[in-house]
């Protein structure tokens, strides 16, 4: 193999392939980076078994050829030259990567390329959806964070996908919490298929996505075991999680008996400084909803909460409040991860009272729906 190429793109794929290395594994190869020269094209690839990142780059290939060599050692190398043409060579009968820069040079013992795991490739057969690239970035970042981050329940861990006709639905739940994003496809599909994707392979997809423009398709092995999404340059899979996600319809309060609007902003803040305090007593949060005297003025929602040891902090926002007053108790880093997805100017919380689930959206749109369970009332 002799290949060259810009050494600011082989930093770039470097970093984006290495993301998916597995970095505790007893399989060296999994610790390494193919490279593979051919054509007019770089590729490098990585994959931990539970996901693969593919990329190609532009090169002059003198000499094609394949090796793996260490990730992060290669890596780190690479990232120390100037943005220069960096050369990538191997000798016959030689597993050994030979990285010449302008003032460096290094050799990297490499395994055989034989003995990296094969991508999936596109089959006949497999289940196809079309998808607004910049939608589904959006989507995995309004859902993911309330994925599970245990593998207790590896179904809670992931994320369900559900394809039905020109609908794509995203849902994420750890048993205290319930996300949930509505989207459209770009184009209808057949039948109605559930996938569920592990929450840390979305969050490596969004980054893929980046600021991608034109529309990606989201392919299904007919084995319904992995996932491939394929860019001009950019291969990604990961597998899929078997089992049967909870029936989140369910989850949702169908109706609310208090219907609370209020600025996203200073409700955010607010829940932020009653989360200072609330690190000592199991990040309670208490809201107490109240409407003012003055059937013209806006009424308040105090944010607070109360830690013997340190103290107590209050804060109150103005809120529109329609339905019986009330007060509910939640997890603050709970209100925290929503309200800091969200990007409308005015969020709503819906309440059935103390010991029932609350429910915040977005007034800009009904496509968003995140549902939380209430603590203790009385703690303090």
Do not use: C, W
């Amino acid at each position: 193999m002799n290949v060259s190429s810009p050494q600011e793109l082989l930093q770039r794929s470097l970093a984006q392939v290495s993301r998916a290395v597995a970095t505790k594994t007893t399989f060296p190869i999994l610790s390494n980076v193919l490279i593979d020269a051919d054509g007019e094209s770089l590729r490098l690839a990585a994959t931990n078994q539970e996901i693969g990142i593919s990329s190609s780059i532009p090169a002059q290939v003198d000499e094609p050829g394949r090796v793996t060599v260490d990730a992060r050692l290669l890596s780190e190398f690479v990232n120390t030259l100037p943005h220069e043409t960096v050369r990538l060579s191997t000798d016959l009968g030689r597993l050994m990567l030979k990285v010449n820069g302008l003032g460096a040079d290094a050799e990297i013992n490499g395994i055989d390329a034989e003995e990296f795991p094969l991508f999936p490739r596109q089959e006949d057969g497999a289940f196809t959806a079309s998808v607004d690239p910049q939608m589904l970035r959006e989507m995995i970042g309004l859902v993911e964070f309330a994925a599970a981050s245990d593998d207790s329940r590896p179904v809670l861990a992931g994320v369900l996908i559900r394809f039905e006709d020109n609908r794509i639905i995203m849902a994420a739940a750890d048993g205290f919490r319930l996300a949930v994003r509505e989207g459209e496809l770009v184009s209808s599909v057949l039948e109605r298929l559930d996938i569920i994707v592990p929450a840390r392979a979305l969050r490596e997809l969004a980054r893929i996505i980046g600021d991608r423009t034109e529309p990606i398709a989201l392919r299904v092995t007919p084995n319904r075991g992995q996932l491939l999404v394929e860019t001009e340059d950019t291969e990604f899979y990961s597998r899929l999680i078997d089992g049967t996600f909870p029936d989140f319809r369910q989850i949702v309060p169908p109706e609310f008996a208090t219907r609370i609007e209020l600025g996203r902003d200073d409700f955010l803040a607010a829940v932020r400084r009653a989360g200072f305090f609330a690190r000592d007593n199991n990040d309670v949060v208490r809201l107490s909803a109240k409407m003012s005297d003055d059937e013209l003025a806006a009424g308040n929602v105090q944010v607070s909460a109360n830690a013997a040891e340190r103290g107590s902090s209050q804060s109150d926002v103005a809120a529109a409040i329609q339905g019986p007053e009330g007060q509910i108790a939640f997890n603050s880093r709970y209100l925290v991860d929503v309200l800091s997805v969200l990007r409308s100017a005015r969020v709503m919380l819906g309440m059935n009272g103390a010991n029932q689930a609350g429910v915040v959206r977005s007034l800009d749109s009904d496509s968003y729906t995140y549902v939380i369970m209430p603590m203790v009332i009385g703690a303090n």
